[in-house]
């Protein structure tokens, strides 16, 4: 009897020890996380911080030996990612709508969805690679649009999936009493379902903004990568990735000192742009 | 009157029954251009690589030759690299974005929930880029000073798994570049795990704490089985993500094109040899080649990817049945 009981008691000793211990290991595993992001931003904020200044929104970048700033890798940035966007989000939004109002549920809505998913996840490579070979090959050069094809790509699925997702969210009564009303189903669509799902769709485009500002592997073969000032979309185009890239590794010392300011402006932006959108979708779903 | 009002609405009705057909059949083209893509991309990338699998044949695929000079190129090297960063971070990554996803599901306080689910989710809007900068400059000092030396130290000459550990301690390497990989692909899986964790019905877990099953048991016996298939998709979708990982694996992982048993040597990876070789290629057979490795790391992600879909999908049907 005693036996038996001190049995229970240590088996349930060491039940007690090893749910403690799993359950430290797995705050553990949190506090790593969080830690690893808490470096990563102090490191960009420490090294980054030294390059911000007037001049790195003035001048453009210099020789490896010469004070400068990233002026035209700002702007050639914002010229390659506003294209894309522009490419990618009326393809993604219209793509999206048929699957989730023409056809949701069907065989070529799942093959669509299914696609566009594996492309959601597809090397941001192997796209540099693909419009390398479907623009850069045949127009004999690299470009800024040629950049934007390839982060348009990337654009597609991102959107085409939050469309997807949103439209579905949109009760059907809201379809059933704009038909009541004789509205004709593109009508229904455009100034009835998009309404109701505008913030949602809209977050979807400010993710994919996000997640192309950064791309760096796409640009590498397609937009090359320019240190003059150029606003010449069909002429090799500066970016801050690709700037980033080229200066973080060499020995120059303003160049590093460039690097990482880019580095900090465009983790900035993109850690702005998502926390917004989150906390877009946040409002949205408290408003319901 | 009441006829000029029919008659108008004859005209409205039948522009309508123009306008309704261009937007759907507008919007289907749309959706058709997303298969176009994926199609596209391997149609275009086999063509590109037509000159190098007919020199080399099948041969490609396990040559480790990667000589620019004289004209011989094999993808073994960096399909290796591709292969072992990605273990390396499946075997470090899983264990810790598991941790994150019992921590937020079970563990966490409801008022600071959200706000760590996004700092989590934080970390994978970092580019690639930046982890890569991050890898080189603190991240590999921090390994060569310390922890490589203890590793080579204590485990270098152990039996089995001493020449994984063996070589001088370079910082740079496959091992350090399988470690930001899988801080990279933490986000990814430990929010596909958290979210297939929440179909859980509660009463499923209620009816095993009311066994008397510690939290533990509850997450290993209960929680678990039942969303499998779910996190075995979610981690297949992270090593899809992470073998196809360009930058920050280009720069912590040493571009060497030797095998080396050694998971502390550099080596490379076919994303970091396409991002450090492409824009050198010279000849037509070296460009035909780097395309080759393009295509192959595009099939693999592809069947990673597509079987990580199908777990994920086969999950939801069970849910909403």
Not at chain 1, 243 to 248: A, E, G, K, L, R
Not at chain 2, 35 to 44: D, K, R, S
Not at chain 2, 68 to 80: D, Q
Not at chain 2, 159 to 174: A, E, H, K, Q
Request: glycine fraction near 10%; charged fraction near 10%.
């Amino acid at each position: 009897m005693t036996t038996a009981r001190s049995l229970d008691l240590s088996r349930y000793r060491f039940r007690r020890t090893r749910n403690r211990l799993v359950l430290g290991l797995a705050t553990a595993a949190t506090g790593f996380g969080l830690l690893v992001l808490a470096a990563i931003l102090f490191k960009l904020i420490w090294a980054g911080s030294a390059a911000l200044g007037p001049s790195l929104f003035t001048m453009i970048t210099p020789p490896p030996d010469r004070e400068g700033g990233l002026a035209n890798a700002i702007v050639g940035s914002i010229l390659i990612t506003l294209g894309g966007t522009l490419l990618g989000t009326p393809v993604g939004i219209f793509a999206g709508t048929y699957l989730a109002e023409y056809s949701p549920g069907s065989r070529f809505s799942q093959l669509v969805q299914f696609i566009n998913d594996i492309l959601l996840s597809a090397p941001s490579i192997i796209i540099g690679l693909f419009i390398f070979e479907v623009m850069v090959i045949p127009m004999h050069h690299s470009s800024g649009w040629a950049g934007s094809v390839a982060l348009s790509i990337l654009v597609i699925p991102i959107v085409v999936r939050t469309t997807v997702d949103m439209l579905a969210l949109v009760p059907n009564s809201l379809r059933e009493a704009a038909a009541a009303l004789g509205a004709p189903k593109w009508k229904i669509v455009t100034l009835v379902c998009y309404r109701a799902a505008m913030q949602g769709m809209l977050t979807g485009v400010m993710l994919a903004v996000a997640r192309i500002s950064g791309e760096t592997a796409p640009l590498l073969f397609t937009a090359l990568g320019n240190n003059g000032w150029s606003l010449n979309m069909n002429a090799p185009m500066a970016s801050l990735p690709l700037v980033i890239n080229q200066f973080v590794n060499d020995p120059s010392e303003i160049w590093n000192r460039l690097a990482w300011g880019g580095a900090l402006l465009i983790t900035a932006a993109i850690l702005a742009l998502n926390i917004t959108a989150r906390s877009l979708t946040n409002l949205g779903s408290m408003k319901q | 009157m009441v006829e000029l009002s029919t008659a108008r609405t004859e005209t409205l009705r039948s522009r309508q029954q123009y306008l309704d057909p261009i937007f759907k059949y507008g919007t289907m083209f749309f959706s058709v251009v997303v298969l176009a893509i994926l199609g596209g991309i391997i149609l275009y990338l086999a063509e590109g690589s037509w000159a190098a699998f007919r020199t080399f044949g099948f041969g490609f695929l396990v040559s480790d030759a990667w000589n620019p000079a004289t004209g011989k190129f094999g993808a073994l090297a960096p399909l290796y690299g591709t292969v072992v960063t990605s273990v390396i971070a499946m075997v470090v990554g899983v264990p810790l974005s598991f941790g994150v996803a019992i921590f937020i599901t079970e563990l966490c306080p409801l008022w600071a929930k959200r706000s760590l689910s996004t700092a989590i989710e934080l970390l994978a809007g970092i580019p690639s880029i930046i982890y890569g900068m991050w890898g080189l400059f603190t991240l590999v000092p921090l390994l060569q000073e310390h922890a490589q030396p203890f590793l080579i130290k204590y485990l270098g000459h152990a039996p089995l798994i001493g020449s994984l550990f063996s070589g001088p301690p370079l910082g740079v390497g496959v091992l350090t570049a399988g470690l930001i990989l899988a801080v990279m692909v933490l986000p990814f899986i430990s929010s596909i795990m958290r979210d297939v964790f929440e179909t859980v019905p509660p009463m499923l877990k209620e009816s095993a704490y009311g066994l008397g099953c510690t939290t533990w048991e509850v997450v290993w016996n209960v929680v678990l089985p039942y969303t499998r298939v779910g996190v075995i998709g979610g981690i297949m979708l992270g090593l899809g993500r992470a073998m196809g990982e360009t930058m920050a694996v280009t720069y912590v992982i040493g571009n060497s094109a030797r095998i080396s048993a050694s998971l502390l040597a550099p080596g490379k990876s076919i994303a970091s040899t396409l991002a450090n070789e492409f824009n050198n290629t010279s000849d037509e057979l070296y460009l035909s080649s780097m395309i080759a490795l393009g295509l192959v790391l595009f099939l693999l992600t592809f069947v990673v990817l597509a079987a990580a879909k199908f777990m994920l999908i086969r999950l939801h049907q069970r849910a909403g049945a």
